[in-house]
């Protein structure tokens, strides 16, 4: 991997069997790949195929955080030349991450605010409103139609 060199995999090693190594096999592997293909496959015999079409999506949604987590942390935790975390110290050279109130605050404010929007979406535009002139039991094919 990367020509064996040690400092270039060591990212590769946290994401893959160390410290995020239950985030990629978990997150982005179940959540983002196995789960949606199971539930998606089940949602086709099942009477609740909503239900389960909307967990596909909610799993999909939680796997690419995941993704998101696994492109960004490992690489923070591994220093860029061996023993410069020793050399210089100070506040703002950690190899570790935490995201701050603010951050968390900001994260839960977008996420309520798109559920605001979906949620007005939902109830002023016409999304599964359907008529008798565009809905027929035939699916659509007129019977006085001849090809």
Not at 106 to 132: C, D, H, N, R, Y
């Amino acid at each position: 991997m990367y020509g064996g060199i040690p400092e270039d995999v060591h990212a590769l090693k946290e994401m893959l069997s160390g410290t995020y190594g239950m985030i990629f096999w978990f997150g982005q592997i179940g959540l983002a790949m196995i789960a949606p293909i199971v539930l998606i496959s089940l949602s086709r015999k099942n009477k609740n195929a909503y239900l389960l079409q909307g967990l596909a999506g909610l799993s999909t949604i939680i796997g690419i955080i995941a993704v998101r987590i696994n492109l960004v942390l490992p690489a923070y935790f591994t220093p860029p030349l061996h023993g410069i975390d020793t050399a210089y110290t100070g506040p703002r050279l950690l190899y570790s991450y935490f995201p701050s109130a603010n951050e968390i605050l900001v994260s839960i404010g977008i996420i309520g605010f798109v559920i605001l929007l979906f949620s007005l979406a939902w109830e002023w535009l016409p999304i599964l409103e359907q008529t008798k002139e565009t809905r027929s039991d035939n699916y659509g094919i007129n019977a006085t139609h001849k090809a």
